[in-house]
């Protein structure tokens, strides 16, 4: 099975930065995606690392370390906006059309 | 427009009713998900379907059944078996064959009395 563990409440101030870890158990693995979620909405998509390293996309950045099993999602200059829940979420090689996800991140941002 | 539109978006049953979620895409996509949330938590997988007439269980899957006749529409019913059935229900397909990125539906919440 899989099982990924996250941090349940994060807090910050506007125009800073945070990191969001992820840490995840699986039999074999594909990729670790990230998603945002705000308060009643739908979650929406972010990134995804397949591979070792950095991913850049604006004020969001994800990293993966597939020896440690880990992973963190980098907010940069912190909104309001960015209050919302972060999940972080694996697909493994045995079920690959399967998207398994963390329990969520609450992230509230201050000004 | 392109999407995908689940109904309805509240829905309040009573206890010991079958209550069935609409889900309909028109983004072509092949595979589709439905997932649970429960306040606070993360998304459970119920079931999904890689194609038409043929779906698999998820995590969770029951108390629920799905069908997937056309590939536009997944519904799920959620049956009097399923024993806590109030929850935040969400539909997605995926839209990146690479990366497995998910798109979702605006959610339908389900509250049994």
């Known amino acids: 099975g899989q099982s990924l563990e996250q941090p349940s409440e994060v807090t910050a101030v506007e125009g800073a930065i945070v990191q969001i870890n992820c840490t995840y158990q699986t039999s074999g693995f594909y990729g670790l995606s990230w998603y945002q979620q705000h308060d009643g909405g739908a979650p929406t998509f972010l990134s995804y690392?397949?591979?070792?390293g950095l991913e850049e996309t604006g004020r969001f950045s994800s990293f993966l370390s597939r020896s440690d099993s880990y992973g963190y999602l980098l907010l940069q200059e912190l909104q309001m906006k960015d209050s919302a829940s972060y999940f972080c979420a694996v697909r493994d090689r045995t079920g690959f059309q399967k998207l398994v996800f963390g329990t969520g991140t609450r992230l509230l941002v201050s000004p | 427009d392109g999407g995908i539109t689940q109904s309805p978006k509240y829905l309040f049953r009573k206890e010991g009713q079958n209550v069935t979620l609409s889900c309909e895409q028109n983004?072509?996509?092949?595979?589709m998900y439905w997932y649970r949330q429960d306040p606070g938590q993360g998304l459970r997988l119920i079931y999904y379907?890689?194609?038409?007439?043929?779906?698999q269980k998820g995590d969770i899957a029951e108390g629920y059944s799905v069908s997937r006749e056309k590939k536009e529409s997944f519904p799920l019913t959620v049956t009097s078996a399923q024993k806590n059935p109030t929850a935040f229900y969400l539909c997605?397909?995926?839209?990146?064959?690479?990366?497995?990125?998910?798109?979702f539906g605006e959610g339908s919440r389900l509250t049994v009395l």
């Open positions: 997605a397909g995926r839209t990146g064959v690479t990366t497995g990125e998910l798109f």
């Open positions: 379907s890689q194609i038409v007439n043929d779906f």
């Open positions: 983004l072509n996509h092949d595979a």
């Open positions: 690392n397949a591979l070792d």
